[in-house]
């Protein structure tokens, strides 16, 4: 089937990923659309460059087990949910 349109988040290697897409199917690449609600859930930047074991010993729960649970500064998953719906 034919593209009619490529979105993605504006994070770079999502940005790269959508062009290397579109010239391979020949889609025009001025024509990607990059929309902030394909972002990644912003836990907290306490833990940014730090590995994911200081991560557990801080936050040893599934993430999406508790959709309320969050880190000062960041959103929980229901939060998440919610920025990242397409109305």
């Not at 979105?7 to 579109?22: G, K, L, M, V």
């Not at 730090?50 to 010993?57: F, G, T, V």
Request: hydrophobic content about 30%; overall charge negative.
């Amino acid at each position: 089937g034919k593209v009619d349109v490529i979105i993605c988040s504006p994070y770079a290697r999502a940005q790269e990923t959508a062009r290397i897409t579109a010239e391979a199917i020949g889609y025009p690449a001025e024509n990607i659309i990059t929309d902030d609600r394909f972002r990644e859930c912003d836990v907290s930047s306490e833990f940014d460059s730090k590995s994911r074991d200081i991560l557990r010993q801080y936050y040893d729960v599934d993430y999406a087990s508790d959709c309320g649970r969050k880190f000062s500064g960041g959103e929980n998953f229901e939060q998440d949910r919610k920025s990242t719906r397409l109305n």
